[in-house]
């Protein structure tokens, strides 16, 4: 798999610029050998954004990650609230990254698109697999589910996102339950 997918995606779950439209072309093209379904809901955002002007996208997209907490792109958030156990996960992530000299700069280290970039530059296949099945799959179901229009283009990229993921990746590969293994994972870090 080309890893420099996962950077790809972070790019798109970004706030809009007019490099968006190049990203998800170059999205599609990696997706379509490998993950049809993915690359198809990627063409659906694609289209989309053709149709839409930037400065209705700039308020869709404020409107989906900023305004409505089911959909906030913060990945702690979902798997543990905004309370305690989360400034654990996040000190845990911080301590992560210092390991591998990656900094999530002025961004919080649960940040999707931060944690997404990480897995981009992450060699450590078992890592990664963690990283995945035990926090980053488990918010974007939470994330999906949270969608009450079904019609936001956004849900068509986390859905890409998820399958891609799911493809690439088996929770036993991880070699725990996500129940017992995000507790392991926060702590061991």
């Known amino acids: 798999m080309d890893w420099s997918l996962y950077r790809l995606f972070a790019d798109c779950l970004e706030y809009p610029t007019l490099l968006l439209s190049d990203r998800v072309n170059e999205c599609i093209s990696i997706l379509t050998p490998f993950q049809a379904k993915a690359a198809d809901l990627m063409r659906g955002f694609k289209t989309f954004l053709l149709q839409t002007p930037l400065g209705r996208m700039e308020e869709i997209y404020t409107h989906t990650f900023d305004l409505h907490g089911s959909c906030y792109p ?3 958030y979902h798997l543990f609230g905004d309370g305690n156990h989360r400034g654990m996960f996040l000190a845990g992530l911080k301590e992560h990254y210092q390991v591998y000299h990656f900094s999530a700069g ?3 280290p649960d940040h999707l ?9 992450q060699e450590d296949e078992g890592d990664r697999g963690e990283l995945i099945c035990l926090c980053i799959l488990p918010a974007l179901k939470k994330m999906l ?4 229009d ?9 859905q890409a996102l998820s399958l891609m993921l799911q493809s690439n990746t088996e929770s036993e590969e991880a070699g725990m339950s996500p129940e017992t293994g995000l507790e392991e994972f926060r702590y061991a870090r």
């Not at 589910?145 to 009450?148: A, C, L, R, S, Y």
């Open 106 to 108: 002025n961004e919080l």
């Open 74 to 76: 913060y990945v702690g």
């Open 145 to 148: 589910e949270g969608f009450k």
């Open 150 to 158: 079904r019609s936001n283009p956004y849900q068509g990229v986390l």
């Open 113 to 121: 698109g931060v944690m997404l970039r990480f897995l981009a530059n």
